[in-house]
T-cell receptor, first 114, second 117 residues
Framework: SQQGEEDPQALSIQEGENATMNCSYKTSINNLQWYRQNSGRGLVHLILIRSNEREKHSGRLRVTLDTSKKSSSLLITASRAADTASYFC??????????????FGKGTHLIIQP | NAGVMQNPRHLVRRRGQEARLRCSPMKGHSHVYWYRQLPEEGLKFMVYLQKENIIDESGMPKERFSAEFPKEGPSILRIQQVVRGDSAAYFC???????????????FGAGTRLSVL
């Protein structure tokens, strides 16, 4: 089963509105990351939040992490047409061997209507 | 400063043929990861390599799939005797070798889209 599950699966909003996406996971993590994927392209790293952090900001992005509920949210404020993409959360579980593979959810497909 | 380079971008193979996918990590990166993405799905981790070593191959199918990252040259993901179910986008990512959280930020290539006829 998926480690990360994003919700909603698809979200369509008007340009200028805020977009909120959620992610839930199952196991204890070291950190959680959000990535963006434009259609037919590779993933672009957006933001990383450590397990001991509760909130983090980067430009128009705000990420929260609630380890007690094993959930995270990504908020994009003042959305733009260029924000149209799929957004994935990914978790990192250290096994002691160093940088481990990321475990991705299925993603939220965000459409910004002009 | 070139990013992660994958080639080819598109690869068409007939059932039973071999597919070889190449990945050159970012300059200064010694960790390489391969992921597979099916349509409308997230990426699934396949294998993690450092130079000349496979560190974690827990996501690799037990048969027909292999990966290497030689001392010189790109990392190669090899799929022997391809079947239609192997059709997917295969992404490579790399990360730095220094300690700390910098290792966990992975930089992705544009992917290779494999179509098996």
């Amino acid at each position: 089963s998926q480690q990360g599950e994003e919700d909603p699966q698809a979200l369509s909003i008007q340009e200028g509105e805020n977009a909120t996406m959620n992610c839930s996971y199952k196991t204890s993590i070291n950190n959680l990351q959000w990535y963006r994927q434009n259609s037919g392209r590779g993933l672009v790293h957006l933001i990383l939040i450590r397990s001991n952090e509760r909130e983090k900001h980067s430009g128009r992005l705000r990420v929260t992490l609630d380890t007690s509920k094993k959930s995270s949210s990504l908020l994009i404020t003042a959305s733009r047409a260029a924000d149209t993409a799929s957004y994935f959360c990914a978790t990192v579980v250290f096994s002691g061997g160093g940088a481990d593979g990321l475990t991705f959810g299925k993603g939220t497909h965000l459409i910004i209507q002009p | 400063n070139a990013g992660v380079m994958q080639n080819p971008r598109h690869l068409v193979r007939r059932r039973g043929q071999e597919a070889r996918l190449r990945c050159s990590p970012m300059k200064g990166h010694s960790h390489v990861y391969w992921y597979r993405q099916l349509p409308e799905e997230g990426l699934k981790f396949m294998v993690y390599l450092q130079k000349e070593n496979i560190i974690d191959e827990s996501g690799m199918p037990k048969e027909r799939f292999s990966a290497e990252f030689p001392k010189e040259g790109p990392s190669i993901l090899r799929i022997q005797q391809v079947v239609r179910g192997d059709s997917a986008a295969y992404f490579c990512a790399s990360s730095r070798s220094q300690g700390g959280l910098a290792k966990n930020i992975q930089y992705f290539g544009a992917g290779t889209r494999l179509s098996v006829l």
